[in-house]
């Protein structure tokens, strides 16, 4: 059985999301999802709350695999640079505890758990109630992360990796 820890960056709010998937390639299981928020501190503040709180996550789950969202450039460079920030500090923090890390597109994120990769977030969050069998919706970066978490599950890095 495999522990993965999906991690959805942001200089604001961070999900995560941790799930089992059983060997063979079985139905995933939830275990646990939440949202690190941060406080409305400088930026160096919040990276090291990512950086330790990530460092949390993983002395308390023991995942054997992790996977987190690649940044998506829009409009604002200066967002995209605070999010990159972001990433930095929860793959840093994944990297020291020695811990194999996937990176995924938004696109290929929502199009592994909806079947589309042009999904919204409130279909991200009713397939992660479906497929994870919960009895409500996380929060959206939460929904976010287990969504980061089943792909890299569904994916075939993954699979390989189990042969």
Known sequence: MSI?????????????????????G?????VA???????????????????S???????????EQAAIEQVFVGKN??????????????MLAISVADIPLAEYAARSVKQA????????KIQVQDMI???LKLNKSPAEDAADALAIALC???SAKLFAKAL
Request: hydrophobic share 35%; glycine share 16%.
């Open 4 to 24: 993965i820890l999906g991690i959805d960056p942001g200089s604001r709010t961070t999900g995560y999301g941790v799930i089992t998937m059983g060997d063979g």
């Open 26 to 30: 079985t139905q995933p299981s939830y």
């Open 33 to 51: 999802s939440g949202c690190i928020r941060l406080p409305q501190k400088d930026l160096s503040t919040r990276l090291g709350i990512i950086f």
């Open 53 to 63: 709180s990530i460092g949390e996550l993983i002395a308390e789950f023991s995942p």
């Open 77 to 90: 460079a200066n967002s995209a640079l605070k999010l990159g920030h972001a990433r930095g500090a929860a």
């Open 113 to 120: 758990v909806t079947g589309s990769g042009a999904a919204d």
């Open 129 to 131: 109630v479906r497929l």
């Open 152 to 154: 890299h599950a569904y």
